[in-house]
């Protein structure tokens, strides 16, 4: 029995330790990629749509050789949450685009209170005292580094609070979803990510030509340029399994 905690316990922080990893190199990977002293690859949709075309390749795969297992989800019920889905990744690499790492980290912050808020609002949710003081602690760091952080404009705010908003969203629907049909995270992902990819990589270039100005057809793909992109969707996977 003490053996079986133990394993668990060391379970428990290899994932987290994972997880962390995975964060810090999809950021580190898509800044370097996107900065203009990097590789300048201003196509943050497109990019989300190459995320989900690898992690729909690796979900079937897995579906193939049994190593996960495909559940039941209503077809609208996915529609919706790559919808969603699609929004805040897209949301959070054009905010890291436009923004400083910090400003970008910062309003990750601020998802802790906007999700009490949201199930507040749409579970009727309610919290001890306790975590109401630590979210109110949350909110003052964010506001005081928001407002001293000088790197920020209009347009990554804008872009950083719809990230905010649909992560938000988001990360409720996954645990809704997770708990309505008992899925993984992963097996949902799975199922969401051809419709993400198919979506993403039409209208992307789209949507990267209005808010850029520059034509993916343009762009002089480099071998820094392609570990990157590589770099960045098997640390978007990494963080979902």
């Not at 668990?8 to 898509?30: E, F, K, L, R």
């Not at 988001?170 to 419709?195: C, D, H, M, N, V």
């Not at 340029?225 to 979902?240: E, K, L, P, T």
Request: glycine share 6%; aromatic share 10%; net charge positive.
């Amino acid at each position: 029995m003490e053996s079986e905690k133990k394993s668990s316990h060391v379970s428990d922080m290899g994932a987290w330790a994972m997880n962390v990893v995975s964060s810090v190199g999809i950021i580190m990977a898509n800044k370097q990629l996107m900065s203009a002293n990097g590789y300048s690859f201003t196509f943050a949709t497109t990019l989300t749509g190459f995320h989900f075309a690898v992690t729909a390749l690796v979900g079937m795969v897995s579906n193939a050789t049994g190593l996960s297992s495909s559940k039941h989800v209503p077809l609208w019920e996915l529609i919706w949450f790559s919808i969603v889905a699609n929004m805040s990744i897209t949301g959070m690499n054009l905010s890291l685009m436009l923004n400083s790492v910090g400003f970008y980290q910062i309003s990750k912050l601020s998802m802790i209170p906007v999700v009490c808020i949201m199930e507040w609002i749409l579970h009727n949710k309610r919290y001890s005292k306790e975590v109401k003081m630590s979210v109110v602690v949350v909110v003052i760091g964010v506001g005081v580094c928001t407002v001293t952080d000088v790197k920020v404009n209009a347009k990554g705010f804008i872009c950083a609070c719809v990230a905010v908003l649909s992560t938000s969203l988001q990360q409720i629907s996954i645990g809704s979803l997770q708990k309505k049909y008992s899925i993984g995270s992963f097996e949902l992902l799975s199922k969401t990510a051809p419709i993400q990819a198919c979506s993403l990589l039409v209208l992307g270039p789209f949507c990267d030509y209005y808010l850029s100005g520059n034509l993916l057809l343009d762009y002089k793909y480099t071998y820094g340029a392609i570990v990157s992109i590589n770099q960045s969707s098997y640390s978007q996977i990494m963080m979902h399994i």
